[in-house]
């Protein structure tokens, strides 16, 4: 395996940052996912402009609208119905400038009359908002208001036939939030800000910070986009779903690009982490509902129930397994094991599966990151680009992208940090 270093190139296009400042994929900020540099760069790799790419792991539509972009077709899924509107959003090119404007006016109008207490909805999870007696909660009394308002005027323009714009104002909902809730991201949950109670926004505020994402992010892209028509349409080919059973769905041999990040073998339920816009949004109202989007991602962590499975029998898993067994009495959860399989056993079906979507010498760029349990790194990048050489591809080389810190459970036993690096792969 050819290992090459190449953070100097890599480790700020490796990250979601610099996409904050990027027309349109500024619309909502992830944590995780790559820049559209990052796409960008890979593409200017080819000797000649792809036909068709893929991104199995679509996550806010990152490759899809860069290659859109670019003019190449991309084919993405993504499992999350919230990524998934976001993603669709984005790539969608009829809005217009002076029709958003003006509901844009229509709703701040709404807004300043919104002034009596608004019920909340029907939820089964009871962690969201502020009543009587309880002693935590993440949306204070008047940010609940505030975000009842909001969402009352979405469901009336959704009625009066204006949905393509209601995903506009559900995402800039969305990405307000967490900044006006009580909670902040932390790894791999939410955790209560200090001095929460102490923090007062209010209802007014909230409808300010929604109004200046509308007026100053989402209507400025549009009115400077909506002249320039794209030579594809990946709005088309954006599709919600499960990516170990909708990869079946792509034609054969159609695809000679995949550019990709599957989720992290780092325990991290991103279904848990963005449970707010899912909840808030609309998009969740059972425990039932949010367990089928948790069962419908990569096997990646351990908030739901895992089997045993049989999995790729390379090497460096093997060893890694068996270091797991010998520390299994002291893991902070006993299923990791199972959810190390399923990943691996996953990723191995996906390999299989999208062998014959591939055009002969097709490319595929994988992003991942390496991870560490039980005092050990697990090498997850060399492992892949075996399993991937077992299922007839070549392993080009993996390039490293950048050093980052394993959790601070693990940093404890580690000396060293953990590479994040992107496996480069042809078809035969």
Known sequence: MKYFDYTEKLQDLVQFGSNRYQPIHRWYNLIEGYSS??????????????????DPFGGVGTTALSCQQLGVRCYSIESSPFFHEVASAKLNPDYRSQEFENLVIEFEKYLRRCKKQRKAPRME??????????????????????L????????????????????LFRIALGAQLISVSNVFRNGKCLAYRKNWKDIKITRMEVHKRFLNHCKEILLVDIRTNENIPPKVYNHLYCSHGDSRQHINFISDNSIDLMITSPPYLNSRDYTDIYRLELWILGFVSKYEDEQKIRKSALTSHVQVALKDREYPKIPELKSFLSHLKGVNGSLWNKNIPFMVKGYFADMNQLFQDLYPKLTSQAKLYINVSNSAYGGQICEVDTILAKIAKRNGYIPIEIRTARLINSSKQQQVQLSKKLRESVIVLEKK
Do not use: H
């Open 148 to 167: 009842f308002d909001i969402i009352s005027k979405i469901a009336k323009l959704e009625k009066n036939g204006k949905a393509p714009y209601t995903s």
């Open 37 to 54: 540099e990052f796409v960008r760069r890979i593409i200017g790799e080819q000797k000649t402009l792809p036909k068709a790419c893929l």
């Open 125 to 146: 999870t009871q962690t969201l908002f502020e009543y009587n007696g309880k002693k935590r909660w993440v949306f204070d009394k008047s940010v609940s208001n505030a």
